[in-house]
């Protein structure tokens, strides 16, 4: 089973700055990663998928970059709406996975 | 518009049985692969299951293997997920998920969830 590490755990800044969010891979799995955004009481949402493409309507200030076992999400510059959960997962093996996910909170 | 909607969630006794299922509208069901997700109370996201789009291959995580049951009906565009020898630690809002493209195995669409919760 491929396990991801994401880091840090929580992470606090004000709106406007920058978030640099990683997710590490026990081992390659490619580009096939994922990055989803969930906030309380709501269902996750696909942000990013195949390390770096943005789905359907996610807004430019997302950024996913990394291949093999490294991989960034970056928020440009942090809405208030931004603040929630974000999780990597991988779709390289089975089982599918993902990581315990950062929370992006307001400082 | 592509929509998601779990049913089926609930209290149940350990070792009891539930079975849950989505409807699906707004796409063509029978071309997508499905998935189940699943979320314990306060923790992160676990993938349970996953259905080809013709339903002839499954696939499981090993915490939920042999006891659950991963099954589509592509008439009544209905996914489908049988819980058996349900334990507390099944304990968790229980997700569908839609495949991004085909195939596929990203999870591109989501319903609201379910709750099951296991506990005497």
């Known amino acids: 089973e491929i396990v991801l590490t994401q880091s840090p755990a929580t992470l606090s800044l004000s709106p406007g700055e920058r978030a640099t969010l990683s997710c590490r891979a026990s081992?390659?799995?490619?580009?096939?990663l994922a990055w989803y955004q969930q906030k309380p009481g709501q269902a996750p949402r696909l942000l990013i998928y195949?390390?770096?493409n943005r789905a359907t309507g996610i807004p430019a200030r997302f950024g996913g970059s990394g291949s093999g076992t490294d991989f960034t999400l970056t928020i440009s510059a942090l809405e208030p709406e931004d603040f929630a959960v974000y999780y990597c997962q991988q779709h390289s093996n089975w089982p599918l996975t993902f990581g315990g996910g950062t929370k992006v909170e307001i400082k | 518009e592509v929509q998601l909607v779990e049913s089926g969630g609930g209290l149940v006794q350990p070792g009891g049985s539930l079975r849950l299922s989505c409807a699906a509208s707004g796409f063509t069901f029978s071309t997508y692969g499905m998935n189940w997700v699943r979320q314990a109370p306060g923790k992160g996201l676990e993938w349970v299951s996953h259905i080809t789009s013709s339903g002839s291959a499954t696939y499981y995580a090993d915490s939920v293997k042999g006891r659950f049951t991963i099954s589509r009906d592509n008439v009544k565009n209905s996914l489908y997920l049988q819980m058996n020898s349900l334990r507390a630690e099944d304990t968790a809002v229980y997700y569908c998920?839609?495949?991004?493209?085909?195939?596929?195995?990203?999870?591109?669409?989501w319903g609201q969830g379910t709750l099951v919760i296991v506990s005497s």
């Open positions: 081992q390659s799995v490619s580009r096939f």
């Open positions: 998920a839609r495949a991004l493209a085909v195939p596929d195995t990203r999870f591109g669409y």
């Open positions: 195949d390390a770096s």
